[in-house]
């Protein structure tokens, strides 16, 4: 007998957390952003990367046009990233704070904008002879003077803590925790623009200024600065996006790409142009602030064009993409033998040093994108992470001073505990962020080991059929000619234990040549894999910003590939989604309401004669609360399972056989057919 109501079918009733989303979330119900959007281009990627990898590679590739679309819009008119720019020679000038401030894939960006882009910058110059006649002129702790943050602190690098994000007041107090005053500048960077852990931060640095006169208005629009990648006329709706876009005591940068190359993945095109943006403006206003004591000659040794220029900048971008998507044959080789690496069940041990935030940042976002387990903590028994980051270091407190260039900086339990207590009216976001407060101190740092050192090795040493993949940026290049060298040592250490080999080689160097570095090592012909990507031309790089970018491209495309083939990705969305705060749950019922309701649209098949047409927003989302109330009480058994699929799989087949297939048996279906893409194909839908 056809269902009347897929709840009843399923004997579910609406949570209390289902019930209070549904009727008092709204303003986290995304689903109509622009970057919510699915992407023409990559529409049939799962099924296309499963065939053919160069060409699931080329349209992942063919997104970021959208990227160079846009800069090519934003040169002709730099006014808004000139007077970014000037906020930071300013800043620089004066002695002031930059604070670049983000949440999960900007939170990232945001840290390496300092770890990565500042401090190297800084460290170079001070070693560089000019630096005598210019030091006098700075404050002595220069390098410190950008601080990038992201909402949960270092912490959060690894993985989200969940409620953080939701609370406009946690971007507020990390502002006052470092002690931003009148004066210092700040980046506020949102993929979506709605984000309230970022606003808040936005708020409170713009409240500084106060309002009172035309002048203070002006002095604030100098120092706030809003990054974002949705048109203004979506977000005007949110009343949080509205009391940024409306205010005119802040700067707006529109980065609008359209949808993302995997449904709401902003990782992809939307934090990439941030990236390149962010590092854009610090470039710019760091060659202002040096070049009236400099000769051209001493700028063009740190790095810097002459004259630079931020529209030619922003037209390099696709130079980048080109180099990088002229090695996809290559990648799709790289890609191909990781893919293979997990089917096999085995790991992959990624190793950096210059360029190690970037690859960190890939394998941390492959978490929450891709619901995997995160990067492991030393109080694991034993491993469950699927790869592993490492670099030269000693032990776990010089690894995590590598990534950083500085000491771990954790939240000081002390100062958010009582905040948190007095102002977060709703229970179930305070419930969350109290949990997540006890998870972000400084402590955080001695659970975390990414050193190339015989303890971290002896905790999960690589195997037979393991893959190690050493990442090489420009100078590091020639260093794989040196057998002491650390990338020379990690590439041996892995064949001795019979593993299969990669390089990833990037820089101004010809593909000749790095390839001629790569034969110095011990590489088996046609199993291991070299890809190298040659930024030709002179390298006017001063930040290392065309480097990380080019990685960034790479590694965005090759993680994406190599998750589509593993059936993490259906069709082009994520449907393996973490939904671990309020934005990612709408996002999961949004997806999970879409795939049902695909299948309930076929005049023919397995759902025709169901008799239900449609699934309600509110439907999904009960389902979806049931779901990650199933996986919660199974714990490890359940960590690598989406929800989304779980939800997804039991609502079909209980319409298919018009009867209640519980969690546990559709858990078996799952896991049986690889999850929901295959389990689609199984019945004929894909």
């Known amino acids: 007998m056809p269902a009347k109501n897929i709840l009843s079918l399923l004997d579910i009733r609406p949570s209390p957390r289902s019930l209070d989303y549904v009727k008092n979330k709204k303003a986290f119900q995304l689903h109509h952003l622009v970057t919510e959007g699915r992407h023409h281009k990559t529409r ?128 507020t107090l990390q502002l006052a925790d470092h002690g931003f005053s009148k004066g210092d500048v700040l980046f506020g960077i949102t993929e979506g623009g709605e984000t309230s852990s970022v606003i808040g931060a936005v708020r409170a640095a713009r409240r500084i200024w106060g309002r009172s006169s035309e002048r203070e208005i002006e002095e604030a629009s100098k120092h706030v600065f809003f990054l974002y990648n949705n048109p203004d006329k979506v977000l005007l709706p949110f009343a949080r996006s509205r009391t940024i876009l409306e205010d005119p005591g802040i700067t707006k940068i529109n980065l609008t790409t359209g949808p993302q190359a995997i449904t709401g993945s902003t990782r992809m095109q939307a934090a990439t142009s941030e990236t390149f943006v962010m590092g854009t403006i610090l470039e710019a206003g760091i060659h202002t602030a040096l070049k009236d004591i400099l000769t051209d000659k001493e700028l063009q040794r740190l790095g810097f064009a002459h004259p630079y220029d931020i529209s030619q900048r922003l037209r390099s971008f696709d ?80 690894a995590w001073r590598m990534l950083l ?40 740092e001695d659970l975390y080991d990414f050193s190339f050192s015989q303890k971290n090795i002896s905790f999960c040493p690589p195997e037979e059929g393991d893959l190690g993949v050493a990442v090489c940026l420009d100078e590091e290049i020639d260093a794989l000619k040196d057998a002491s060298s650390a990338f020379s040592r990690f590439v041996r250490f892995i064949a001795e234990k019979k593993g299969r080999l990669a390089l990833i080689l990037i820089g101004s160097y010809s593909r000749e040549h790095m390839e001629a570095a790569a034969r110095y090592l011990p590489l088996k012909p046609g199993k291991d894999v070299v890809v190298s ?22 590694l965005n495309a090759h993680s994406t590939a190599v998750m589509a083939g593993l059936g993490r990705v259906t069709g082009n969305t994520m449907t393996d989604v973490n939904p671990s705060n309020l934005k990612l749950i709408g996002r999961a019922t949004h997806l999970l309401q879409t795939h049902v309701n695909d299948a309930l649209s076929l005049k023919e098949g397995p759902f025709a004669q169901t008799g239900i047409k449609t699934l309600t927003d509110s439907q999904a989302n009960a389902v979806l609360y049931d779901a990650l109330a199933f996986t919660e009480a199974e714990g490890d058994e359940t960590s690598e399972i989406s929800e989304v699929e779980l939800a997804v799989i039991r609502i079909l087949e209980s319409l298919r056989y018009s009867r209640n297939v519980d969690w546990p048996e559709i ?14 194909e199984e019945i004929g839908r894909l």
């Not at 031309?537 to 790479?554: M, N, Q």
């Not at 858990?667 to 689609?680: D, M, Q, R, T, V």
Request: proline share 4%; charged share 30%; glycine share 8%.
């Open 405 to 444: 260039g500085r000491n771990f900086r954790g939240l000081d339990e002390s100062f958010y505990r009582p905040a948190f207590q007095e102002k977060i009216d709703d229970p179930y976001l305070k419930d969350a962020a109290l949990k997540s407060l006890a998870s972000a101190g400084t402590g955080q």
């Open 533 to 554: 990507v040659s930024l030709s031309g002179p390298s006017f790089d001063p930040l290392g910003l065309e480097l990380r970018t080019a990685l960034k491209l790479l």
């Open 319 to 398: 130079m980048l993409l080109e180099a990088v998507s002229a090695s996809n044959e290559q990648i799709s080789r790289l890609t191909s033998l990781e893919t293979e690496t997990y089917r096999k069940g085995k790991r992959t041990f990624y190793f950096a040093e210059k360029a190690l935030v970037t690859v960190f940042v890939d394998c941390a976002e492959r978490s929450p994108t891709f619901h995997l387990y995160p990067l492991d903590s030393v109080r694991e028994k034993k491993p469950k992470c699927r790869f592993r980051v490492w670099t030269d270091a000693k032990d776990h407190k010089q």
């Open 44 to 171: 049939h990627l799962s099924s296309v990367v499963k065939k053919d990898i160069p060409e699931g590679l080329s349209q992942l590739f063919s997104v970021d046009k959208d990227i160079s679309r846009m800069f090519e819009c934003l040169a002709g008119d730099t006014s808004l990233l000139e007077k970014a720019a000037q906020a930071v020679t300013q800043a620089v000038r004066d002695g002031k704070i930059i604070f670049v401030y983000g949440c999960g894939s900007t939170g990232r960006l945001a840290k390496q904008m300092e770890s990565a882009l500042w401090r190297p910058f800084w460290k170079k110059f001070k070693s560089d002879t000019a630096w005598v006649r210019f030091k006098d002129r700075l404050p002595e702790n220069i390098e410190d003077r950008l601080i990038g943050e992201m909402t949960g602190g270092d912490r959060a690098l690894i993985s989200a803590l969940e409620g953080f994000e939701d609370l406009e007041l946690v971007g």
């Open 667 to 680: 858990l078996s279906i799952a896991l049986k057919l690889g999850g929901l893409e295959g389990y689609l």
